[in-house]
């Protein structure tokens, strides 16, 4: 589902950094892979980089067969492929919590109007704030938001979902409720590349465990072998400090 | 009621009791002196007078238009029908009942009264206030848009928008707004009739020279708070739309515009009530708009201090009612 190869970034304001530093990865269909390392050490730039957030600098990314790095790409086509949950949810806070679903599949998916709420209200439900559906975003709980902003990715039937950090600005008795979502998504059989500092969830949902640092992708396996015996020394080194 | 409740001890009541009477003592000072000033240096002041100036009862005449006799007159309730009588001629007047001057024998000459009404009239501030309300409404429309054109050039990476942005904003900013109409007026207004003229079409009417100045004038101003405004949308709405697969002005359109604009809304009032003002600069260009027409009335009534008075009042009355207008948005908007 993505082959991403030797991806390289750089950030030149305020000054050069080499954020990615020829980071891989390959997620398979149906597969949950949960990237984790400690901040500033590219792990939200990785998962940017694949839906063309940020461009990468070099190496290849393919998501579904389609060359996101091609600049004759079609990103739009490919960004409706690969959803994406932000850690500040980033819902439209003009649009009612049905509009905030049904914008984007009128308008990239072309669905009529009616089409757009009933699959926007079978989402609602599914993430359990059906009775929430016109109220406006600011008046619903950070762990609500979430679950809304997860729900306006699914609108858009996505062959695969970009988490980052979504429990991140989270009040701790929230995070649960946005989890479950996700465990729920994962079981029906959702690709997802989720970065996360959510051990639990790791250990829990992960087909697959990435660890990175410094831009480098230092180790992967899965939670089994990851959590009880990491290979390399800056994998025990963070584990220790977390766990 | 203050910004910062809370960081003071409350207010007393007496407080407040006198300093709103402080205010309004003051102000009622401020007015008497005007007056007792304009009494010591012997100004008549006619507020009478001022009525006529916005609607003023006009005689219309029905005249003959033949010489003879008035043969029939045929009363219909409301309205009456003269049948004047010449030399081989037979005229018929139709007129109200109650404005009926002859009789019947009557004889009357050619330009002779048969009838005499008194017609409600639109005075001249009426018309300038007109005016100055058309080519303010349809400048600040096209300033609207020019502004969220030049806005969205502005922050565009296209060098080529970018900089014709920039160029214009400066441009305009940097001149006074009286020079520039004289510019629209006297350069391009000659230069395009002219052209027009060779070409056999007719000229551009005065009054578009006028609004377009107004409006790029306006525009220039509109363009950086509209610019502004989208800045202040948080870049993770923009990540948003776009992670869903919306285009660059789809995501602009839907998602920040709406947002940016919501949040400009105060400065662009601000803005655009400027632009009122600013109308009355057209009467160099020969636009009789309100302050032009305040002047002429001016010369011809002789009475200043109530007319010029009077003109403040009107351009009040339009700024405050497009105010409380952009307020009413204000709110209804999330």
Not at chain 2, 158 to 168: E, G, L, R, S, V
Not at chain 2, 174 to 191: A, C, E, N, R
Not at chain 2, 254 to 279: E, H, T
Request: aromatic share 10%; with cysteine.
């Amino acid at each position: 589902m993505i082959h991403a190869k030797q991806v390289n970034k750089f950030f030149y304001a305020p000054h050069k950094i080499h954020a990615l530093k020829d980071a891989s990865l390959e997620v398979a269909p149906g597969e949950v892979v949960v990237i984790i390392g400690p901040s500033g050490s590219g792990k939200s730039t990785f998962l940017r980089c694949l839906n063309r957030l940020e461009y990468a600098d070099s190496g290849s990314i393919q998501i579904d067969g389609d060359d996101v790095l091609d600049p004759k790409a079609d990103i739009n086509t490919i960004r409706a492929e690969a959803g994406m949950v932000f850690q500040s949810f980033n819902l439209f806070p003009h649009k009612t919590v049905l509009e905030n679903l049904t914008m984007a599949q009128m308008s990239v998916r072309k669905r009529s109007k009616a089409e757009a709420e009933d699959k926007g209200m079978m989402l609602l439900k599914k993430v359990g704030i059906e009775d929430k559906s016109n109220v406006y975003p600011n008046q619903l709980s950070g762990g609500q938001q979430q679950r809304v902003a997860i729900a306006r990715s699914l609108a858009m039937d996505p062959k695969v979902i970009l988490f980052d950090e979504p429990t991140s600005a989270l009040d701790p008795e929230m995070v649960g409720e946005v989890l479950d979502v996700m465990k729920a998504l994962a079981k029906e059989g959702m690709t997802m590349v989720v970065v996360t500092h959510e051990m639990g969830f790791a250990r829990e949902v992960a087909d697959r465990v990435i660890f990175m640092d410094d831009g480098c992708v230092i180790e992967e396996g899965t939670p089994i072998e990851f959590f009880k015996n990491p290979k390399n020394d800056r994998t025990r080194t963070f584990l220790d400090q977390i766990l | 009621m203050s910004l910062y409740p809370g960081l003071d001890a409350p207010r007393s009541k007496a407080y407040t009791t006198i300093w709103t009477g402080i205010f309004f003592v003051t102000l009622i000072l401020g007015m008497t002196g005007l007056y007792v000033a304009t009494k010591s240096v012997d100004y008549v002041w006619r507020w009478y007078q001022v009525p006529d100036y916005f609607f003023y009862q006009e005689d219309v005449e029905t005249l003959s238009e033949i010489d003879g006799f008035i043969d029939h007159i045929d009363t219909q309730g409301e309205t009456t029908l003269v049948t004047v009588k010449g030399e081989g001629e037979t005229e018929i007047y139709t007129l109200p009942t109650e404005s009926l001057l002859a009789a019947e024998g009557d004889y009357i000459y050619y330009g002779d009264p048969i009838g005499s009404q008194k017609k409600w009239q639109t005075g001249l501030l009426i018309y300038g206030l007109w005016i100055t309300l058309k080519v303010s409404f349809l400048a600040i429309i096209l300033a609207l848009f020019i502004g969220i054109v030049t806005g969205l050039m502005r922050i565009s990476d296209n060098p080529a928008f970018k900089w014709a942005a920039i160029t214009y904003i400066e441009l305009i900013r940097g001149s006074p707004l009286l020079v520039q109409l004289m510019i629209w007026y006297f350069v391009i207004g000659t230069l395009v009739n002219r052209l027009l003229m060779d070409l056999g079409v007719a000229k551009v009417p005065t009054l578009w020279f006028g609004i377009l100045s107004l409006a790029i004038f306006t525009g220039a101003y509109t363009a950086e708070i509209v610019r502004a405004g989208v800045q202040s949308v948080h870049v993770g709405q923009m990540e948003a739309a776009r992670s869903l697969g919306m285009s660059y002005f789809e995501a602009m359109r839907k998602v920040i515009m709406p947002q940016a604009i919501n949040r400009i809304l105060p400065a662009l009032a601000g803005q655009f009530i400027s632009l009122i003002k600013d109308s009355s600069l057209l009467g160099v260009i020969s636009i009789r708009e309100l302050t032009k027409i305040t002047r002429e009335v001016v010369t011809s009534s002789l009475q200043p201090f109530e007319l010029w008075i009077v003109c403040a009042a009107l351009y009040l009355v339009l700024t405050f009612g497009f105010s409380l207008l952009v307020q009413r948005l204000e709110t209804r908007a999330v």
